[in-house]
């Protein structure tokens, strides 16, 4: 069992930076790999990046150059993964959930999300 626990998000201003932080408790951390989705209304949920345990980074297309995504391993049983995004535009509007994966069980987890509005 994996618990996700999702802060940050809020209103912003076009242009803007967001910091969005997901705290990941559960055995085996490292087995997991923690991604940040979004979801805007009425679109299916996609993927915005992902860190595996060995590191791996991987980027939606769109998004590369304004995210940057983090994981800080403070132990086996406790990690942060943070996600920034920057120069924020109106589509970037919608809720962003933290996801852990075990690949070998193709088991998965999410947190409840964090809402991100971008508005003038």
């Known amino acids: 069992q994996v618990q996700l626990m999702e802060s940050g998000g809020g209103l912003v201003q076009p242009g803007g930076s967001v910091t969005l932080s997901c705290a990941a408790s559960g055995r085996d951390l490292m087995l997991y790999s923690l991604a940040w989705y979004r979801q805007a209304g009425g679109k299916q949920r996609e993927l915005v990046a992902s860190i595996a345990g060995d590191g791996m980074r991987e980027y939606a297309d769109a998004l590369k150059g304004r995210i940057t995504i983090s994981r800080d391993i403070r132990s086996a049983t406790e990690n942060t993964l943070d996600l920034r995004i920057d120069i924020l535009e109106p589509e970037d509007t919608g809720d962003y959930y933290c996801?852990?994966?075990?690949?070998?069980?193709?088991?998965?987890?999410w947190g409840k999300g964090a809402l991100v509005t971008v508005s003038g």
């Open positions: 996801k852990a994966k075990l690949p070998i069980l193709n088991l998965e987890y």
